[in-house]
Structures are given as structure tokens and as C-alpha cells.
């Protein structure tokens, strides 16, 4: 009887596995072929030849933004919209570090949450997501430097939750 209600157990506790991955990869299926599809488009239409990772930017449009190399390997940044792809070598632009250190000039204080390549007002920049203590709470800002020079583009200061 022991036996039963043990093997019992362990088939219900294999269904339920189961059924959670099926599960997992059901939710997550269309993501990773948006993904897939956006390394295809970029790998097909320009110089990059690796692929080191696919980051979403969302903003006015989506984009999927894909960081690579090419065939000799110099870094590259790609931006996907819609099937069209726009792609830059790193060294043709300010680097993400250049950019952290600019938000860190702004205030010491500042705590750099993200920094991610964007669009803003068709221009190709640098997102970044920081917060500071104001009045005794966590204030969130975006700031956002173009890609090409460097110049700050915009601040957005985010209300208190």
C-alpha cells in the first residue's frame, strides 16, 4: 500500500513538471522567435557575425537591440524595428562607460539602474535609468545622450511612486 501511494505521489509530482515546462515554454515561445528573428535579420543585412546578446529598448517604437561583433571582431550595436536594422560599430559613437561616468558628474549620488542604446526622436542614443534619494525617497530619472556625440538629449524626472 506504501508503495502505491509513494509511486502515486511521484507520478502526479512528474505531471505537474511537466506541465510547468510545457507551460514556460509556451508563454516565453513567442519572445524567443522575435529574438531568433532579430539576430537573423541583423546577421543577413550587415557586417555583425556574432551575436553576445538581444536586449529589448522600448520607447516611442520597440526596438530589439542586438549586441555583436563582426567578422574581425569590433564590437558593434544593432537596432531592429520592424524587419529594418540600423547598426553601428562602438567606436563610432561614446561608449556606455563614457556615459555612466557623465550621469555620475551629475550627482555622486546617483544610482545607475541601466544603460541601454535607444531612439529617441529618431535619433540614436544612450537610455539611461538612475535614481537618487530627494527629500528622504527614491527619485527615478531617464536621461538620454546621443549616440554619435554624446550630447544630452533629454531628462525625464519620473513622479514618486
Do not use: C
Given at each position: 500500500?506504501?508503495?502505491?501511494?509513494?509511486?502515486?505521489?511521484i507520478?502526479?509530482?512528474?505531471?505537474?513538471?511537466?506541465a510547468?515546462?510545457?507551460?514556460?515554454?509556451?508563454?516565453?515561445?513567442?519572445?524567443?522567435?522575435d529574438?531568433?528573428?532579430?539576430?537573423?535579420?541583423?546577421?543577413?543585412?550587415t557586417?555583425?557575425?556574432?551575436?553576445?546578446?538581444?536586449?529589448?529598448?522600448v520607447?516611442?517604437?520597440?526596438?530589439?537591440?542586438?549586441?555583436?561583433?563582426?567578422?574581425?571582431?569590433?564590437?558593434?550595436?544593432?537596432?531592429?524595428?520592424?524587419?529594418?536594422?540600423?547598426?553601428?560599430?562602438?567606436?563610432a559613437?561614446?561608449?556606455?562607460?563614457?556615459?555612466?561616468?557623465?550621469?555620475m558628474?551629475?550627482q555622486?549620488?546617483?544610482?545607475?539602474?541601466?544603460?541601454?542604446?535607444?531612439?529617441?526622436?529618431?535619433a540614436?542614443?544612450?537610455e539611461?535609468?538612475?535614481?537618487?534619494?530627494?527629500?528622504?525617497?527614491d527619485?527615478?530619472?531617464?536621461t538620454?545622450?546621443?549616440?554619435?556625440?554624446?550630447?544630452?538629449?533629454?531628462?525625464?524626472?519620473?513622479l514618486?511612486l
Amino acid at each position: 500500500m506504501g508503495k502505491k501511494i509513494m509511486y502515486s505521489l511521484i507520478a502526479v509530482l512528474l505531471l505537474i513538471v511537466v506541465a510547468l515546462v510545457f507551460f514556460y515554454r509556451t508563454i516565453h515561445s513567442a519572445e524567443w522567435a522575435d529574438r531568433a528573428a532579430a539576430i537573423e535579420t541583423v546577421t543577413a543585412s550587415t557586417y555583425m557575425r556574432t551575436i553576445d546578446k538581444v536586449e529589448n529598448f522600448v520607447g516611442e517604437d520597440s526596438y530589439r537591440i542586438v549586441f555583436g561583433k563582426d567578422g574581425e571582431g569590433k564590437p558593434a550595436i544593432a537596432w531592429v524595428h520592424e524587419g529594418e536594422v540600423h547598426m553601428e560599430y562602438e567606436t563610432a559613437g561614446v561608449t556606455e562607460s563614457w556615459v555612466r561616468e557623465q550621469v555620475m558628474k551629475q550627482q555622486e549620488n546617483n544610482d545607475i539602474l541601466r544603460v541601454m542604446p535607444g531612439v529617441l526622436n529618431e535619433a540614436y542614443v544612450w537610455e539611461v535609468l538612475y535614481k537618487r534619494k530627494e527629500d528622504g525617497m527614491d527619485r527615478y530619472y531617464y536621461t538620454y545622450y546621443r549616440f554619435d556625440n554624446g550630447l544630452e538629449v533629454d531628462t525625464w524626472k519620473m513622479l514618486p511612486l
